[in-house]
């Protein structure tokens, strides 16, 4: 098999402090945020196409809610607001050309609030969070990736919900309740296949024929 290593930035390193901890420091809000990475970057937000508003990048205390500032970003394609402390997505109406929506390391419970891009969406890495349900992907119509390792997933059920994306590629679910219980039975990859066939790349790694047919078999 060949391995495909998704984005350094998806994984974030070690994963014994990969959980982000409780916000014990001032906040910023996103408007905030937009200004100081316009003035960092010399550009007009509005009219960026790839807009990062990470603490890392900005020196900036962490972003706890997704406000109504997002709206202006109508230009944007990739939104990078991984590594905050975000509770809820939100405030996404107006990102009429939003392709990539980059939420690893937050403190994420559901993806509910994807609506507003969900005819335009076709990546979605939300890694490093508390998703337990993935009640809602069913309406992304366009998603191609999911990435989302290290959260709660634990049921086939939230799996199965996948289904309905047509066009789903390239998914990653290791580090979940589900991935490590089906770990010992060590057949994790042909349970995934035998549920989306239509996948390419799991967990970094090219679905090969052998498996295809495994998972046939089951």
Same mark, same amino acid.
């Given at each position: 098999?060949?391995?495909?290593?998704?984005?350094?930035?998806?994984?974030?390193?070690?994963?014994?402090?990969?959980?982000?901890? @409780?916000?014990?420091?001032?906040?910023?809000?996103?408007?905030?945020?937009?200004?100081?990475? =316009?003035?960092?970057?010399?550009?007009?937000? +509005? @009219?960026?196409?790839?807009?990062? *508003?990470?603490?890392?990048?900005?020196?900036?205390?962490?972003?706890?809610?997704?406000?109504?500032?997002? #709206?202006?970003?109508?230009?944007?394609?990739?939104?990078?607001?991984?590594?905050? +402390?975000?509770?809820?997505? /939100?405030?996404?109406? #107006?990102?009429?050309?939003?392709?990539? *929506?980059?939420?690893?390391?937050?403190? *994420?419970?559901?993806?509910?609030?994807?609506?507003?891009? /969900?005819?335009? *969406?076709?990546?979605?890495?939300?890694?490093?969070?508390?998703? &337990?349900?993935?009640? &809602?992907?069913?309406?992304?119509?366009?998603?191609?990736?999911?990435?989302?390792?290290?959260?709660?997933?634990?049921?086939?059920?939230?799996? @199965?919900?996948? +289904?309905?994306?047509?066009?789903?590629?390239?998914?990653?679910?290791?580090?979940?309740?589900?991935?490590? /219980?089906?770990?010992? /039975?060590?057949?994790? %990859?042909?349970?995934?296949?035998? %549920?989306?066939? #239509?996948?390419?790349?799991?967990? #970094?790694?090219?679905?090969?024929? =052998?498996? %295809?047919?495994?998972?046939?078999?089951?």
């Amino acid at each position: 098999v060949r391995v495909v290593s998704p984005p350094t930035a998806l994984f974030g390193g070690g994963g014994a402090a990969s959980r982000h901890p @409780e916000p014990r420091w001032p906040m910023t809000s996103c408007k905030d945020a937009i200004k100081a990475w =316009e003035t960092a970057q010399s550009v007009v937000a +509005a @009219e960026a196409e790839d807009v990062r *508003l990470c603490p890392i990048a900005l020196q900036l205390p962490l972003i706890t809610k997704m406000d109504g500032a997002l #709206g202006t970003l109508k230009s944007c394609k990739h939104l990078r607001l991984s590594t905050n +402390a975000i509770d809820k997505i /939100a405030n996404l109406n #107006g990102l009429d050309n939003l392709e990539i *929506l980059s939420l690893g390391r937050n403190s *994420l419970k559901s993806i509910n609030g994807l609506d507003p891009v /969900a005819d335009t *969406l076709k990546q979605l890495w939300i890694s490093y969070n508390q998703i &337990g349900s993935l009640a &809602g992907v069913e309406k992304l119509s366009h998603l191609e990736v999911l990435f989302m390792s290290n959260n709660k997933i634990s049921s086939w059920a939230e799996v @199965e919900r996948l +289904a309905a994306c047509s066009n789903m590629r390239d998914l990653l679910l290791k580090g979940n309740p589900l991935c490590d /219980a089906c770990a010992e /039975a060590g057949d994790w %990859r042909i349970q995934v296949v035998k %549920r989306l066939p #239509g996948l390419k790349t799991l967990d #970094g790694v090219i679905i090969d024929d =052998e498996e %295809r047919e495994r998972a046939k078999e089951l």
